[in-house]
Each structure stands twice: as structure tokens, then as C-alpha cells.
């Protein structure tokens, strides 16, 4: 099953997290996802993130559901519904 599968998660991932949501990206660092260095002379803007993609989910998941910034409108609810993990 995919989802337990390790993943690569390419620098957008982590530039979008820390611009747009970084109690997100505290929080997918914390659940213990590994935050790769980039190689000598690449900008650290490049940093990508190895996990298992339900480690990855799951730290999204209890950051959205616990952030308060985040309002409790449908868009919040839709995004937590489509982050559901899918019965094999």
C-alpha cells in the first residue's frame, strides 16, 4: 500500500509549508519527517523532506485540525475529508 510507502517530497513542499502554513511545517518536522540538506553550493531553500507519506498526512492532518488561525468554515472541513486516508 502506497501510503505506507517512504516518500520524497521535493523543496516547493517545504518553501509553500513555511510561507503559507509554518505550524504545518513544524509540525511534519516534529512527527520526525527528515528534513534533507541540500548539496554544497544549492541554496538551503532546496531542502526537501523524506517520510512516510502517512507520517507526512498525519502531521498535516493534527496541525489543521488544532491551528487556530484556521477557521472552522466548509473550505477547512473539505481539506480534512480529502486528507483521509483511502480503504485499500
Do not use: K
Not at 544549492?42 to 502517512?54: G, K, L, N, Q, Y
Request: hydrophobic share 40%; net charge negative; with cysteine.
Amino acid at each position: 500500500m502506497q501510503f505506507q510507502h517512504p516518500h520524497f517530497f521535493r523543496f516547493q513542499v517545504r518553501a509553500v509549508l513555511e510561507e503559507h502554513a509554518p505550524t504545518m511545517w513544524d509540525a511534519v518536522v516534529a512527527t520526525g519527517c527528515v528534513v534533507n540538506a541540500p548539496p554544497p553550493g544549492v541554496p538551503e531553500t532546496a531542502t526537501t523532506v523524506a517520510a512516510r507519506r502517512s507520517a507526512l498526512e498525519s502531521a498535516l492532518r493534527r496541525s489543521l485540525a488544532h491551528d487556530p488561525a484556521i477557521d472552522d468554515g466548509p473550505s477547512r472541513d473539505e481539506l480534512l475529508d480529502r486528507m483521509r486516508p483511502v480503504p485499500a
